[in-house]
């Protein structure tokens, strides 16, 4: 569903907030990287199962790479050591612009940790997940979802639910 609805996407502005919550794995803690642009709009998610400089690259390198972002002016994280590593070694290599503003603030990231509350609502009830393929893949779900309701999809109002139906029917050719 993740890979259908790309191409659909409404770009992103050029103000990111990169957070990381946690999330259990077969009783293991593993770290969900994500980003929302300065407007909520979800930009990118990875689960990865080491918080570090190459896992926060990786996750740059991914949304990056969707066809709905551009590459950012600033990128607002917490005090994670790991970030102005990634994002230097990513600047060093041309992947980023060179005048991209890192700003590490441990407040400026609320949206990005109000966002985190969706997930964890719906992961709670679950205790976890069984696997780390069966946790990426219903994450990639909940995410896609996620940004079909909060507007982000071209044609596709955040409010109308007839509409949201309509397009997500016509993903996948079926009925609605």
């Known amino acids: 569903m993740e890979k259908r609805l790309r191409p659909h996407l409404r770009s992103c502005n050029g103000s990111w907030r ?3 919550t946690y999330i259990k794995i ?3 803690w593993t770290y969900l990287y994500r980003a929302v642009d300065g407007r909520g709009q979800t930009v990118d998610f990875l689960l990865a ?3 570090d400089a190459a896992a ?3 996750f740059f390198r991914k949304a990056l790479g969707q066809p709905h972002t551009v ?4 990128i607002t994280v917490d005090k994670n050591a790991a970030y102005p590593k990634a994002v230097a070694e990513m600047k060093g290599a041309g992947a980023l612009w060179p005048r991209t503003r890192l700003r590490q603030c441990k407040y400026l990231n609320n949206i990005t940790e109000q966002d985190h509350r969706r997930i964890k609502r719906l ?11 069966t946790a990426r893949r219903t994450l990639a779900g909940y995410e896609a ?7 982000q999809v071209r044609k596709v109002a955040g409010r109308d639910i007839k509409a ?3 397009f997500i029917a016509g993903l996948f050719q079926a009925v609605a």
């Open 71 to 74: 590459n950012p002016r600033t």
């Open 18 to 20: 990169v957070d990381e």
């Open 49 to 51: 199962a080491r918080r």
């Open 123 to 133: 992961t709670g009830p679950g205790l976890g997940f069984g696997s780390f393929r």
């Open 56 to 58: 926060a690259k990786r």
């Open 26 to 28: 077969k009783g293991r």
């Open 145 to 151: 979802m996620a940004m079909v309701r909060k507007g």
């Open 164 to 166: 949201q139906a309509t």
